[in-house]
């Protein structure tokens, strides 16, 4: 299996000897330890590796919503500003404002932004369609499935048109029937709309149906252990998840990638 790298001009976001130790009250923990990670422009990488490893340690640093203790993280070759709509999130608990409908929701990042209420309204009905939310413009989330609101999650970080858009196992706490559609949405979304992302994932299916490079991070502190290509032309990238998942060639990465994680859990 080949490795990439996508360091120097062509990275999109470079995340560069990027370590992570936390002081607390039992001592210093230890997180992360000289990571390097570029993205390419476009470029769908998923970052699996042992629960407690750094992961979303990584993606907080990543957003500009946590300080690395030490490296840092480029965009287009420039340190990287604090957070805001060109590095938009998703986190597992869809973090909705309860008493704000739908529409208010998805359109919190323009307000922030401070586009005016004809845009914003134009973006969020646009953004509403793409993500098939348009009957639902006026519910509050309490109203909605876990799934429903998950992708008003994604919608209004996909709203501000974010350079790169950072997503931490946004599908891990939905039931399994949900997190297949919304699976093959996002591969949809990244087809169509070519985004740059940064994934993270527990599940080594998810990783390899929407990646197009598979990061194994090591147990902590975390380190990148190694990078999985995966084929942007594979035959079953055409297929749905479910039949995806029982093609020999999808087979063999999810073992390769498994046996990298498990040596790592292995070793805790
Ligand atoms: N704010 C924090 N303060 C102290 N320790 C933290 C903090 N955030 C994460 N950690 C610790 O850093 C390690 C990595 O956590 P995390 O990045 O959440 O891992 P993962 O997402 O891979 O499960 C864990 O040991 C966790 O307890
Ligand atoms: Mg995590």
């Known amino acids: 299996m080949t490795t990439t790298k996508a360091h120097g001009p062509t990275a999109k976001m470079d995340i ?14 230890h997180a992360l330890d000289r990571c390097d990670l570029a993205i390419r422009e476009g470029e769908f990488v998923v ?16 957003a500009g919503l946590e300080a690395p203790s030490t490296g840092q993280i480029l965009v287009d070759g420039k340190p ?23 529409a208010q929701n998805i359109a919190f990042g323009l307000r922030v932004a401070g586009v005016d ?11 509403l369609e793409f993500m098939r939310l348009s009957q639902f413009r006026d519910a ?18 996909l709203v501000v048109r974010p350079e790169i858009l950072l997503m931490d196992e946004p599908f891990g706490a939905l039931d399994a029937q949900t997190r297949t559609v919304l699976q093959e949405e996002v591969a949809r979304l990244s087809r169509e709309m070519n985004y740059t992302v940064m ?6 299916e998810e990783a390899v149906y929407l990646g197009d490079r598979v ?6 502190p975390g380190r990148i252990k190694k990078e999985i290509a995966i084929p942007r032309d594979a035959g079953w990238r055409r297929l749905d998840i479910e039949e995806a998942s029982s093609e020999p060639g999808f087979i063999e990465l ?11 859990i292995v070793r805790q």
């Open 254 to 264: 999810k073992r390769e990638i498994w046996a990298l994680i498990r040596t790592e």
């Open 199 to 204: 994934f993270i994932t527990h599940s080594v």
């Open 117 to 127: 209420r004809a845009e914003r309204a134009r973006r969020v009905t646009e953004q």
């Open 80 to 102: 990287a500003g604090p957070a805001g709509p060109q590095r938009t999130v998703v986190f597992q608990r869809f973090a909705l404002f309860p008493s704000e409908t739908v």
């Open 16 to 29: 560069r000897g990027v370590s992570k130790t936390f002081d607390t009250r039992a001592g210093a923990v």
């Open 215 to 220: 990061v194994v991070m090591s147990s902590r």
């Open 140 to 157: 509050y989330p309490h109203e909605l499935s876990g799934g429903m609101q998950q992708r008003v999650a994604i919608a209004r970080a």
């Open 47 to 62: 970052v699996v590796g042992p629960s407690g490893c750094g992961k979303s340690t990584l993606m907080m640093i990543a």
